[in-house]
T-cell receptor, first 116, second 112 residues
Framework: DADVTQTPRNRITKTGKRIMLECSQT?????MYWYRQDPGLGLRLIYY???????NKGEISDGYSVSRQAQAKFSLSLESAIPNQTALYFC???????????????FGPGTRLLVL | GEDVEQSLFLSVREGDSSVINCTYT??????LYWYKQEPGAGLQLLTY?????DMKQDQRLTVLLNKKDKHLSLRIADTQTGDSAIYFC????????????FGKGTRLSVIA
């Protein structure tokens, strides 16, 4: 079974709708991240959380919100989706202070979102 | 802030060596990483190098780190069509509570 899972894998929605993307991990990591990927722009960090009570904005947090429901779960919400939020979204995890690995991040398979 | 730069595209012939380059700005970075993203998939860790090393080899992969020039490279020997993917360079800043900083990725195309 995959260590980092994302649901749904694909989603089509309409402008103005609220949607939630979910991420779960079985790696026991304390840190979790949400990124979006657009062609030519690489990965851009949306939000990150270093533990259950910690939430931090990334470089492109406007229009998004997150919830860290438990150590293993981190969800991303688009309160009112717009077409330029069409992208591939990735969740990732890492463990602070893991000897020999630094802050290696482990990625989920991604959610492809289309906003019409 | 920290920045990581990579060229966007690289094309090589099957059997040749590929060299993907990356420059970074944080001279106190502790770890540097290479990730691979195959079509339709998430990023997978390929390898990483600690900042006190200048070379790391793992089968067909060789990572070279030049700390003076803040330059990282990934060499793939005997490149195969299965190596076609996007390769991301990333650095871990030394500030401790800052996430990894990723480059925009280099798309490697292998021509048969």
């Amino acid at each position: 079974d995959a260590d980092v899972t994302q649901t749904p894998r694909n989603r089509i929605t309409k402008t103005g709708k609220r949607i939630m993307l979910e991420c779960s991990q079985t790696k026991g990591h304390d840190r979790m991240y949400w990124y979006r990927q657009d062609p030519g722009l690489g990965l851009r960090l949306i939000y990150y959380s270093f533990d259950v009570k910690d939430i931090n904005k990334g470089e492109i947090s406007d229009g998004y919100s997150v919830s860290r429901q438990a150590q293993a779960k981190f969800s991303l919400s688009l309160e009112s989706a717009i077409p330029n939020q069409t992208a591939l979204y990735f969740c990732a995890t890492s463990a602070y202070g893991l000897a020999g690995e630094g802050e290696t991040q482990y990625f989920g398979p991604g959610t492809r979102l289309l906003v019409l | 802030g920290e920045d990581v730069e990579q060229s966007l595209f690289l094309s090589v012939r099957e059997g040749d060596s590929s060299v993907i380059n990356c420059t970074y700005t944080d001279s106190s970075s502790t770890y540097l990483y290479w990730y691979k993203q195959e079509p339709g998939a998430g990023l997978q860790l390929l390898t990483y190098i600690f900042s006190n090393m200048d070379m790391k080899q793992d089968q067909r992969l060789t990572v070279l780190l030049n700390k003076k020039d803040k330059h990282l490279s990934l060499r793939i020997a005997d490149t195969q069509t299965g190596d076609s993917a996007i390769y991301f360079c990333a650095e871990r800043p030394n500030s401790g509570n800052t996430p990894l900083v990723f480059g925009k990725g280099t798309r490697l195309s292998v021509i048969a």
